[in-house]
């Protein structure tokens, strides 16, 4: 006797038998390279910005700019911030996935 459709609705919201899996799709080896790439395009800008911050904030140090002087703080901890999200981005995401996973 075939499942009524009502039924096998309510059955598909509490387990639709959908889970990650690599391979599916052509490309994803040139996805993971450009994602990469990004990751460390980012982490080179923010090398970038921590230097002219940190200068900043010598250069207000030193000549007194207290308005300089805070930016430049606040540079340096927006980039070692920036620094720390691009660098456990993939641990991240990889224990909020297997969290995720575990949610039944």
Do not use: C
């Not at 030193?62 to 999200?85: D, Y």
């Amino acid at each position: 006797m075939p499942i009524p459709l009502a039924d096998r609705v309510m059955y598909l919201a509490y387990d639709p038998g959908i889970s990650p899996k690599g391979g599916g799709l052509p490309g994803l080896s040139v996805l993971k390279n450009v994602v990469n790439s990004i990751n460390m395009f980012g982490i080179i800008a923010v090398v970038g910005a921590l230097a002219v911050s940190l200068g900043v904030w010598a250069w207000g140090h030193h000549t007194g700019g207290h308005q300089a002087e805070a930016n430049g703080k606040k540079g340096a901890i927006v980039a070692a911030g920036a620094a720390l999200g691009l660098g456990a981005a993939n641990g991240i995401v990889a224990f909020f996935s297997a969290l995720g996973a575990q949610v039944h």
